[in-house]
């Protein structure tokens, strides 16, 4: 599976942004897309993730009401839409696929490129 990250950008604290992720080549051997983030200086950590029918998805407690993942089947692509950006929300995003339900990001074999997100204050 291939996947391309989009939608990074500069946005001012408390605004929006709708990251998107174009998945490719194998798709249907993953189960699962998910999206982490990592700061400078920190750890990739683990946002959301949704699986590809739709019919589950979880959140990081720190980005419940205000993340959104979502998914277009057709298109191959999953969403991410980001509202009440703050500060603490700078960090390269990347998408990721698997075959299970879970948060951690070695359970998750396919990567994006990234693309960042820088929320100023």
């Known amino acids: 599976v291939q996947l391309q990250a989009s939608g990074g950008g500069l946005v001012q604290t408390g605004g929006f942004l709708r990251l998107s992720c174009a998945a490719s080549?194998?798709?249907?051997?993953?189960?699962?897309m998910g999206w982490f983030r990592q700061a400078p200086g920190k750890e990739r950590e683990f946002v959301a993730f949704?699986?590809?029918?739709?019919?589950?998805?979880y959140y990081a407690d720190f980005v419940k009401g205000r993340f959104t993942i979502s998914s277009d089947n057709a298109k191959n692509t999953v969403y991410l839409q980001m509202n009440v950006l703050k500060p603490e929300d700078t960090a390269v995003y990347y998408c990721?696929?698997?075959?299970?339900?879970?948060?951690?990001?070695?359970?998750?074999?396919?990567w994006g490129q990234g693309t960042l997100v820088t929320v100023s204050s």
């Open positions: 990721a696929t698997g075959g299970v339900l879970t948060s951690a990001p070695s359970t998750y074999n396919s």
């Open positions: 080549g194998r798709t249907f051997s993953s189960h699962v």
């Open positions: 949704i699986t590809w029918s739709g019919s589950s998805t």
